[in-house]
């Protein structure tokens, strides 16, 4: 922290909105909650949805749903909360010098200087020893693959300083969750799980063009790479190419998984909150570009009820 300044006295970031962290956490937790996007559990909600997607599908493979099953969407939950914690620490720590000059993230922990980067990378450990507590509980064959996900999951906050579309890598390391439940029920990675993953990494790439679309012009100033960027004007035609892929693809792991009526009537609601978020898009709106964002989270909350009624129906 500055020195001097009372902790009080340093704002929020500017795309952070109030929440409990600000309401109640204790002054000395506060940075530290921001830094793991505590105070924005959209993050969460999105890089959980696909592990939802994935055990909803694998306990219809497997003939309904199954306590293990149901306690897998408990370990999901814990998992998802620390390692996007984890996610976001780490981004924050590479991106210190960038978020220093983008006026929405100026103020985040690292470059206002809440939290140093020792403090950081200490934090980022504890996060990842929770998301290892989890795996604990994973047969031997999902704990290999969550682990193959580090990778991407460690590259991923560099991209946008190498290609154009970032937004891919993100998507390979937010959709990991569609494998994670059929390799923890089935112990398996079948065509339907395949399908799933290459259609939540559209969705992704698709929500955060979106989501990219508020830093557009900041992007440029500081060397930023984008899908948002190199799409510009041509965003609304882009996006129903890569919704429409996504749902094909989610459509295609229906099938493969033999899901039932309640499955492909929540693919279609799902695929016509996409279609509306396309419908609503303004480029130039940074506000409805967050709103449109954060919507994702129902539009994947719409399908996993329909797989979730679907295995229940099995």
């Not at 020195?3 to 009080?8: F, I």
């Not at 006026?103 to 980022?124: D, H, K, N, Y």
């Not at 970032?166 to 937010?174: E, N, S």
């Not at 570009?289 to 099995?314: M, T």
Request: glycine share 10%.
């Amino acid at each position: 922290m500055n020195a001097g300044a009372p902790m009080e006295a340093i704002a929020a970031p500017a795309d952070a909105t109030a929440s409990w962290v600000e309401r109640y956490a204790p002054l000395a937790a506060r940075p530290y909650l921001r830094l793991a996007r505590a105070d924005r559990p959209i993050g969460a909600w999105l890089l959980l949805i696909p592990c939802l997607w994935s055990v909803a599908l694998a306990a219809r493979m497997q003939g309904g749903w199954s306590p293990y099953a149901f306690a897998l969407l408990v370990l999901f939950a814990i998992g998802a909360m620390a390692m996007r914690g984890a996610g976001c620490t780490w981004n924050d720590i590479l991106d210190r010098d960038i978020d220093g000059l983008v006026e929405r993230t100026r103020l985040r922990p690292i470059p206002s200087g809440q939290v140093g980067v020792r403090g950081a990378f200490l934090f980022l450990v504890a996060q990842a020893v929770i998301g290892l507590v989890v795996l604990a509980f994973l047969p031997p064959f999902a704990i290999l693959v969550a682990l193959s996900s580090l990778g991407v999951v460690a590259i991923y906050p560099l991209m946008k300083r190498i290609i154009w579309t970032p937004q891919i890598v993100l998507g390979l390391a937010f959709s990991w969750g569609a494998l994670m439940g059929f390799a923890a029920l089935l112990q398996d990675l079948p065509s339907a799980a395949l399908l799933l993953y290459a259609g939540s990494i559209l969705w992704v790439v698709g929500y955060d063009t979106i989501y990219a679309h508020q830093d557009r012009e900041d992007d440029a100033i500081v060397g930023v790479k984008s899908s948002a960027r190199l799409f510009a004007e041509a965003t609304p035609g882009w996006m129903v190419a890569i919704y429409a892929i996504a749902v094909v693809l989610m459509g295609g792991a229906l099938h493969a998984a033999g899901a039932g009526i309640a499955g492909w009537i929540g693919l279609a609601l799902f695929a016509g909150h996409l279609a509306w978020q396309i419908v609503r898009l303004d480029i130039d709106d940074p506000a409805l570009c967050l709103v449109l964002f954060r919507s994702n989270r129902d539009a994947g909350l719409i399908l996993f009820a329909g797989l979730a009624l679907d295995a229940a129906l099995a």
